[in-house]
């Protein structure tokens, strides 16, 4: 649309309007009210999430958490294992704590589910893409404004990852846990890639580029498995804790 022979973009693309407003905004010069008021106000808000989190998860026994994309369908073969998978492990003894949302989220929560065991959903406010799934224990259901504090719940309690294939939500997510690992901020709790095919490109230039380049060391490749199997996937977190000895059952 031309309004006065110039094209207004926002009209054609609504998320531009938004982009742009966000992008000025951050440039704008605030009033000292403003910034007080807007940035008290924040800091009440992140708080009142870790301690949500905190009473609510702090007596949920081991836990591992599943990431993956929100994409995909139930009858994507991730999916599908995904489900096996979370099943497997809460016959272990652990619970299974996932984003809350559709897709792998899902698939891990309805795992759990099925297997009677304590199903975990941290669900993050989006635009799109997210809402609750049906099969999360609603005393374990929880809901957040902020990425960071949700990923630090994440962390925080679980005992073990399973990764998914996923998007930029999902490489965050893995990431973090590899990173905080990596530095011995957590234990070296295990980490599990299912589907060799799909994270062969991302591994190869872990090797090929940060290992070649010296910003990894040898050893930081060892700090993942990556399986193609539920099977594969479970044995190996089953054997991470048969090794240290560690009852998990609740």
């Known amino acids: 649309m031309e309004v006065d022979g110039t094209r207004d973009e926002s ?6 309007d938004i982009n ?18 807007k940035d008290s106000w924040m800091v009440f808000k992140v708080m009142a999430e870790f301690v949500d989190g905190y009473e609510k998860l702090a007596k949920i026994g081991p836990c591992v958490s599943i990431f993956g994309s ?23 003894g652990f619970g299974i704590i996932t984003g809350g949302g559709p897709g792998i989220m899902e698939a891990g929560n309805k795992g759990a589910f099925n297997a009677t065991g304590k199903s975990i959903g941290l669900n993050i406010d989006l635009p799109f893409e997210q809402h609750f799934n049906p099969y999360i224990n609603k005393v374990y259901s929880m809901n957040f404004d902020y990425f960071f504090v949700r990923k630090v719940m ?21 990431t973090e846990a590899l990173t905080l690992i990596q530095t011995n901020k957590i234990g070296r709790f295990p980490i599990v890639l299912v589907g060799s095919e799909f994270w062969s490109g ?5 090797k090929a580029t940060l290992l070649k380049d010296g910003m990894i060391s040898e050893k930081d490749l060892d700090l993942y498995r990556v399986v193609d199997t ?18 998990v059952n609740f």
């Open 11 to 16: 009209l054609v693309n609504p998320e531009l």
């Open 20 to 37: 742009e407003t966000k992008l000025h905004n951050s440039f704008r010069q605030k009033t000292w009210d403003e910034t007080i008021t």
């Open 70 to 92: 929100a994409r995909l369908q139930p009858e994507s073969k991730y999916y599908q294992m995904a489900v096996e998978i979370a099943e497997k492990i809460t016959k272990l």
């Open 154 to 174: 994440f962390v925080k309690y679980s005992q073990g990852f399973i990764v998914m294939p996923g998007g930029f939500g999902t490489l965050d997510e893995f």
């Open 202 to 206: 991302l591994l190869d230039w872990f």
């Open 230 to 247: 539920s099977d594969e996937a479970v044995a190996h977190i089953k054997a991470f804790y048969d090794k240290y000895s560690v009852n």
